[in-house]
């Protein structure tokens, strides 16, 4: 992989990975549990319908997105399903099926419908620039700063969702929002430069597959980050030698160490 090295798309497709793995293994471990997986697909789709439909009005497809993800977060963060029998997942796979079918109905009207399709899917970190780069960087960062500083709140709020108490929850709890607020912010950008598939890989599989290896939060949160930098790493290598899209590499290769890790899961119980 060496010879890579001396490609600079190759290092900004590294920097991008690394720096969208970090934040959303992260965020994932929030995410897994809460229980609601579903919610960075929804978020996620949510953004690229903003971008398709400001591509069939011809408008600025950054601001249009930003503000459908907002107005996706702020909506989100107010369901809590008390009837048991109804999973808060069902409402949020409604709201993602609805906003993937919307999003290929405005696509299917540009002039490159299915190169955009694809795209929006698996994203393209080989094309990303320094700008959006640095972009990445800097909304990341606040964003990890604003769960350093209030994470016990945060990982109250989890807490609180992984023991089904969500009426300890009010109509509108500004931390749940601003939970929400972050990690649709999160999604808009890495989105755009990953795809909805690589961005939901991130979210859920680096997380999962910690939680089959250790107990401890810590350590969990520990594994998903290095299972993500491992997995950006390896898919970009794979990408390379043998010619695969990047996307779609990284997402496999984070795959192979989910197996890994209910390898090791299925060994440790077996003894």
Not at 50 to 67: E, L, M, N, R, Y
Not at 129 to 144: E, R
Not at 165 to 184: A, C, K, M, S, T
């Amino acid at each position: 992989m060496l010879e890579f090295l001396q490609l600079d798309f190759v290092w900004n497709a590294l920097a991008i990975c690394v720096v969208i793995g970090l934040l959303l293994s992260y965020l994932g471990v929030h995410v897994v549990g809460r229980g609601i997986v579903f919610v960075d697909l929804a978020l996620g789709q949510i953004s690229m319908l903003g971008v398709a439909f400001a591509k069939f009005i011809d408008s600025d497809p950054t601001v249009i997105s930003i503000a459908f993800t907002l107005v996706g977060a702020f909506l989100l963060s107010l369901i809590k399903v008390k009837d048991t029998r109804l999973k808060q997942e069902a409402i949020i796979g409604i709201i993602y099926a609805v906003a993937s079918a919307a999003t290929v109905l405005f696509i299917s009207k540009a002039a490159h419908g299915d190169a955009d399709i694809s795209e929006v899917l698996f994203g393209s970190f080989f094309t990303v620039t320094n700008s959006q780069i640095l972009q990445t960087v800097i909304v990341f960062g606040a964003i990890a700063l604003l769960h350093v500083v209030f994470r016990k709140r945060f990982f109250e709020l989890t807490d609180w969702y992984r023991k089904d108490q969500v009426h300890e929850i009010g109509l509108f709890d500004p931390w749940n929002f601003l939970f929400y607020l972050g990690l649709g912010l999160a999604i808009v950008l890495a989105v755009r430069v990953g795809g909805v598939i690589p961005v939901f890989s991130f979210l859920v599989v680096p997380p999962v597959a910690g939680l089959l290896i250790a107990a401890r939060r810590s350590i969990v949160l520990a594994l998903a980050i290095v299972i993500s930098v491992l997995g950006s790493v390896l898919g970009i290598y794979f990408s390379l030698s043998f010619d695969f899209p990047v996307g779609s590499s990284v997402v496999a290769m984070l795959g192979v160490l989910f197996a890994i890790a209910a390898g090791i899961r299925g060994v440790r119980k077996a003894r």
